[in-house]
């Protein structure tokens, strides 16, 4: 669990990511660096008090175990200045008292709001800081519904990068599926080979002969076989042969190729008219 | 699994040339339909005597040609020329084709005898107007099986030109 902050209801301040953003533009955001960031935290947990220089060395930077140049204060107090302006509350929320030091301008209304993890919301309690009554009330209500308002911004950044995350993964999936389906539409389009239900019927070191299924009736396996020893001498160059000799049909077929058919790239047909 | 951007954009990357590679096969599987052209040996043998052809079949929406070249062997050793050209129109039932000849180029040096040529081959070789069925199986691989209705020859699928 840990604070959040708003500030005059337009802000909404992550110490623990040192980032600033604009409730009613949740896109827009600004990241301070660290020392920057602590620097607003102090001012924020100090309202309506004046902080000066050593107070933030020692908040900053020596709890941390740092030691810096004063340099590196005004450094980031200047930047923590630029990132408010930019996030649209102006340069004059830190007000500087000469001779003493920095404090948030009278009129800076500070809630803070109780977060646990990333965006859930428990309980949330008021800081109303005013400089000009120098009073500092805390007041711990339920408020859901304020919460769920001002939470907005962070969850919706959440929310946006998970979808930039996701995106990507999108058009892969996008480009998959497509791809799969086809090679499965290519898959099961695709029937066997013609000669693939033919039987192995004789096989030499150089042949493979093999055999219509309807070659089996009567005596055509056979009458089948003498029509594939014709080319038997010729096996070194075609070896793989497949015969149809139906009985009933004065017809025959050799088909002979230089590997086997699915692979071939080379087939020779004979025909023969009895 | 946590993806990087790097990651990410080598799945797109990948993803996309699958995608590629898928539609060239498809367009291929598509493509070795129609329209087609493919190349056969074939030697019809039929009383000891031969006749060995080189047939070049293309197919297009609803016309072709296919041209045969080849010579016949006689027992003595001499031989005849066959060289043609047909010109069909033919309408498809799935893998059944009804091929009808409009047109016969004979080339000069074909000069076998068109009546010894009727007994080893259809009329739709010799006339016009005669049709030729036949079922024609595409076995993928660029191998086409022309049936009637045993297998009569393999057609090896050729690209334009070759």
């Known amino acids: ?28 955001l600004i990241e301070l660096n660290s020392p920057a960031a602590r620097c607003l935290l102090l001012l924020i947990k100090r309202s309506g008090e004046v902080v000066n220089q050593q107070e933030f060395m020692d908040f900053v930077w020596k709890k941390s175990g740092m030691t810096v140049t004063p340099n590196a204060y005004y450094h980031n107090i200047s930047v923590l200045r630029k990132g408010l302006k ?15 030091g920095l404090t948030l301008a009278a009129g800076t209304r500070i809630r803070m709001i109780e977060t646990e993890k990333s965006s859930t919301v428990n309980d949330d309690a008021h ?8 009073s500092h009330r805390v007041s711990e209500k339920k408020n859901h519904t304020a919460n769920s308002n001002i939470l907005s911004a962070p969850s919706s950044h959440s929310a946006r990068s998970k979808w930039l995350l996701c995106f990507p993964l999108l058009i ?19 029937k066997d080979n013609y000669f693939s239900d033919f039987i192995p019927s004789l096989s030499t ?23 594939a020893k014709e080319y038997v001498n010729d096996c070194q160059k075609l070896p793989w042969i497949y015969v149809t000799k139906i009985p009933s049909l004065p017809r025959a077929s050799v088909i ?16 023969f008219i009895e | 699994m946590k993806l990087n951007k790097y990651s990410i954009v080598l799945l797109v990357f990948l993803s996309t040339i699958l995608l590629v590679i898928t539609a060239y096969q498809l367009y291929r599987t598509k493509e070795s339909h129609h329209p087609l052209t493919c190349r056969a040996w ?28 080849g010579h016949k062997i ?19 039932d799935g893998d059944f084709y009804l091929l009808t000849s409009k047109n016969i180029v004979k080339f000069p040096d074909d000069n076998v005898d068109e009546e010894w040529v009727g007994n080893y081959f259809p009329a739709f070789y010799l006339k016009k107007e005669k049709d030729l069925y036949i079922n024609i199986l595409n076995q993928g691989d660029n191998n086409i099986i022309f049936i009637d209705p045993i297998p009569l020859l393999v057609c090896k699928t050729v690209l334009f030109g070759q």
Request: charged fraction near 15%.
């Open chain 1, 127 to 134: 800081i109303v800081a005013s400089s000009e009554n120098k």
């Open chain 2, 74 to 92: 006689y027992q003595n050793g001499s031989t005849s020329v066959i060289s043609r050209m047909v010109y069909f129109n033919f309408r498809q």
């Open chain 2, 42 to 69: 074939l030697t019809q043998v039929k009383d000891n005597i031969s006749i060995n052809v080189l047939l070049r079949f293309m197919f297009r929406d609803g016309y072709g040609t296919v041209s045969m070249n």
């Open chain 1, 256 to 271: 002979r190729c230089d590997k086997s058919f699915s692979q071939s790239s080379t087939c020779i047909s004979a025909y």
């Open chain 1, 1 to 28: 669990m840990y604070n959040n902050y708003i500030i005059n209801e337009s802000v909404v301040f992550h110490p623990t990511t040192s980032t600033l953003y604009d409730c009613k533009a949740p896109d827009h």
């Open chain 1, 172 to 190: 892969v999936f996008a480009l998959i599926l497509p791809t799969i389906s086809v090679y499965l539409i290519i898959f099961f389009s695709q």
């Open chain 1, 205 to 227: 070191k150089e042949c493979h002969i093999l055999l219509s299924p309807l070659t089996f009736e009567g005596d055509g396996k056979e009458s089948a076989l003498n029509y």
């Open chain 1, 86 to 100: 930019k996030i649209g509350l102006g340069d004059d929320i830190i007000v500087t008292i000469p001779r003493i």
